[in-house]
C-alpha cells in the first residue's frame, strides 16, 4: 500500500550523507494507465535500471570501489522493482534509495503517477517526494447509535480498520410508566455505545496516530458524542461528512471525506499563504522570490518553504561552503534545479516544505516563498 510521506522520514533520508560514494535515487513510475500489465511494468523496470546501470558506469569522480559499490547499489534496487508486485493496493510509483556505504536500501510506495528517473548525488533526491505533499494521517469516525465504524490512512487512501456493533434496544410507543423506564433504559444503552466508540477512537489514536478527524454523526447525538470524546481527538476534528454509517461502501466514505479534506489542504495553504504576505509586506519574516529564500535558507532562517506546483529553476551551489546560490552568482557550480537542494537544506533545518497546489499567490513573487522564524 502506498505509504504517507512525513516530515520525519524525509528528514531521515535528508541526513544520509556517505562519505564515499553516491547515493542512487530511483523513480518508477505505476500508473495503471500507461503500466496496467506485469509485462508493461517489467518494460519500465528495465528501462529505468537500465538507465541507472549507464549512469553508474558513466559518472565522473569515482574511484574504482566506489563504482562497484554503486553497481551493488543497482542490483539491489533492481531485486526489489522485480521481486513482488509493487503496483498492488493502490500504488501509482515507487521510489527507492540505495547506498551500500551507509547501508540503505528504502523503498517509499507513491499515491499518485511519478516521472521515471534516475539520480546519482552525494544525497538522497527528495524533491519527487515533496512534490507529492505530505501526507496527514486521517481517522475517519462514523458511529449512530449501535454501531461505530473508523477507518484511518492518508486522505486519498483510507481504509476501514475498526468495526463496534454495541446491543441497544429500539425505542417504542406504548407509553406509560414502564415506556419512561424502558425509554431510560434505551437512552443509557445509546450513551454507553457512544462511550465505547470514543474510547476505541482512543485507543486506535494511541496505536496508529492521526493528524486529522472526520466524523459522522446524526445530528441528535454529536453534542453528546463530542463530549465523550477524549480532548486529543476533539482538537483534531476538521470537519463532518454525511454517509450511510451502517452500510456505506469504503468508495462512499473517500466520496464523503474527500471534499473535506481538499478543504482543509487549502485552508491549510491560505494560513501559510497569508503569514508569507504578512511577512513580505511588512519587510519582517517573509521572503519572496528564489534569491531571498535561497538567502534566507543559508541562514538558517526558514519555518515554512513555500513553493507552487511543478516549480524549477536553475542554481547555483557551493558545496565547500555549504550555500545555495541563485543562477547569476559568480560562485558555486551550476544546477539545473536549485528546488531540490532547497528542500534538502530547508528539511535539514527542520523547516516544513509545502508545495502549494490550491492557490495562485506564489506566482507574482517567483514561484517560491519563505515564511521565516526570524
Given at each position: 500500500?502506498?505509504?504517507?510521506?512525513?516530515?520525519?522520514?524525509?528528514?531521515?533520508l535528508s541526513a544520509v550523507h556517505p562519505e564515499q560514494g553516491r547515493v542512487l535515487s530511483v523513480f518508477l513510475n505505476l500508473d495503471p494507465t500507461a503500466f496496467a500489465t506485469p509485462a508493461a511494468r517489467s518494460s519500465a523496470i528495465t528501462s529505468v535500471m537500465t538507465e541507472a546501470a549507464h549512469k553508474v558506469d558513466q559518472a565522473d569522480g569515482l574511484t574504482h570501489d566506489e563504482r562497484l559499490g554503486l553497481r551493488d547499489d543497482v542490483e539491489r534496487v533492481r531485486s526489489v522493482l522485480e521481486g513482488y508486485d509493487i503496483a498492488q493496493n493502490g500504488t501509482r510509483g515507487v521510489a527507492v534509495y540505495a547506498c551500500g556505504e551507509e547501508d540503505l536500501l528504502e523503498v517509499v510506495r507513491l499515491r499518485r503517477p511519478t516521472t521515471?528517473?534516475?539520480?546519482?548525488?552525494?544525497?538522497?533526491?527528495?524533491?519527487?517526494?515533496?512534490?507529492?505533499?505530505m501526507a496527514e494521517r486521517w481517522m475517519v469516525l462514523l458511529t449512530n447509535r449501535r454501531c461505530a465504524r473508523l477507518f484511518f490512512g492518508p486522505g486519498d487512501a483510507l481504509e476501514e480498520t475498526d468495526r463496534l456493533v454495541d446491543d441497544v434496544h429500539q425505542q417504542h410507543g406504548?407509553?406509560?410508566?414502564?415506556?419512561?423506564?424502558?425509554q431510560r433504559s434505551v437512552d443509557k444503552e445509546v450513551s454507553d455505545h457512544l462511550q465505547n466508540a470514543a474510547d476505541l477512537a482512543f485507543e486506535l489514536y494511541k496505536k496508529q496516530g492521526a493528524d486529522r478527524v472526520l466524523v459522522a454523526v446524526p445530528p441528535e447525538l454529536i453534542t453528546e458524542f463530542k463530549g465523550k470524546l477524549h480532548p486529543y481527538l476533539l482538537e483534531r476534528i476538521a470537519g463532518k461528512i454525511a454517509v450511510d454509517i451502517e452500510n456505506a461502501s469504503l468508495d462512499d466514505v473517500h466520496?464523503?471525506?474527500?471534499?473535506?479534506?481538499?478543504?482543509?489542504v487549502t485552508r491549510c495553504e491560505r494560513e501559510a499563504l497569508d503569514r508569507l504576505q504578512a511577512g513580505v509586506g511588512s519587510g519582517g519574516r517573509g521572503a519572496a522570490g528564489l534569491a531571498e529564500v535561497l538567502d534566507a535558507l543559508n541562514q538558517a532562517r526558514v519555518e515554512t518553504l513555500l513553493i507552487a506546483e511543478n516549480f524549477q529553476a536553475a542554481g547555483r551551489v557551493d558545496r565547500e561552503a555549504g550555500l545555495l546560490l541563485p543562477p547569476e552568482a559568480e560562485q558555486g557550480e551550476p544546477v539545473d534545479d536549485i528546488v531540490e537542494p532547497a528542500i534538502e537544506k530547508a528539511i535539514e533545518q527542520s523547516a516544513t516544505a509545502m508545495v502549494v497546489r490550491y492557490h495562485t499567490d506564489l506566482e507574482p513573487l517567483g514561484g517560491i516563498g519563505a515564511v521565516l522564524r526570524f
Open positions: 500500500m502506498a505509504e504517507p510521506i512525513t516530515q520525519a522520514r524525509l528528514r531521515a521515471n528517473k534516475v539520480v546519482l548525488e552525494r544525497t538522497p533526491f527528495v524533491e519527487p517526494l515533496v512534490m507529492q505533499g406504548k407509553g406509560g410508566w414502564s415506556q419512561a423506564n424502558y466520496a464523503a471525506a474527500l471534499p473535506e479534506i481538499i478543504a482543509h
